[in-house]
Antibody, heavy 119, light 105 residues
Framework: EVQLVESGGGLVKPGGSLRLSCAAS????????MNWVRQAPGKGLEWVSS????????YYADSVKGRFTISRDNAKNSLYLQMNSLRAEDTAVYYC????????????WGQGTTVTVSS | QSVLTQPPSVSAAPGQKVTISCSGS????????VSWYQQLPGTAPKLLIY???KRPSGIPDRFSGSKSGTSATLGITGLQTGDEADYYC??????FGGGTKLTVL
């Protein structure tokens, strides 16, 4: 069964840091680009970052560029998001997501992990 | 403020048909594929439509998608109470709409 399981969310003060992880199983992780998408409370979806299968290509939303770092470890079937200089507006559910069967949309999502930035 | 514009809410009776619109521009919908997602309360989004009008395996043909210019539409026929959810449009350029809450009266 294809599965993405996020972890690492929690409560952090403004200016603090947090590292999210996503454990993948049920597919050949090293063959697929991976993404982080977030959803603020009561709001819509927002793409955060993408990384290609071999980490050669990395992209960030302007809202997180310079503060967040995406990475992956294909040997461990894991995706990461290092979040620094966190702000209240980063409060959201963070989803790990990928496109397995289609190329133009996300067809596999994790259950999400909640990040709350508050003093 | 989401890049793509959706109505905040729509409603219809069980068995009826509803459409949800998604409006964008030439930089997103106009030159990219559109997808649609269903999000039930407290769960992750689920892909309903990709490449403007294709359904992943397992998605019933009650769900349909179309695109014209810089707008797209999701159609749902034979509404069921289980269809009550938030629906989001998105594009292959990684922008999303703000979501539409569907109420089945």
């Amino acid at each position: 069964e294809v599965q993405l399981v996020e972890s690492g969310g929690g409560l952090v003060k403004p200016g603090g840091s947090l590292r999210l992880s996503c454990a993948a199983s049920g597919f050949t992780f090293s063959s697929y680009s991976m993404n982080w998408v977030r959803q603020a409370p009561g709001k819509g979806l927002e793409w955060v970052s993408s990384i290609s299968s071999s980490s050669s290509y990395i992209y960030y939303a302007d809202s997180v560029k310079g503060r967040f770092t995406i990475s992956r470890d294909n040997a461990k079937n894991s995706l990461y998001l290092q979040m620094n200089s966190l702000r209240a507006e980063d409060t959201a559910v963070y989803y790990c997501a990928t496109a397995l069967e289609v190329s133009s949309a996300v067809d596999v999502w994790g259950q999400g992990t909640t990040v709350t930035v508050s003093s | 403020q989401s890049v793509l514009t959706q109505p905040p809410s729509v409603s219809a009776a069980p068995g009826q048909k509803v459409t949800i619109s998604c409006s964008g521009s030439s930089s997103n919908i106009g030159n990219n594929y559109v997808s649609w997602y269903q999000q039930l309360p407290g769960t992750a989004p689920k892909l309903l439509i990709y490449d403007n009008n294709k359904r992943p395996s397992g998605i019933p043909d009650r769900f349909s998608g179309s695109k014209s210019g810089t707008s797209a539409t999701l159609g749902i026929t034979g509404l069921q109470t289980g269809d009550e959810a938030d629906y989001y449009c998105g594009t292959s350029s990684w922008v999303f709409g703000g979501g539409t809450k569907l109420t089945v009266l």
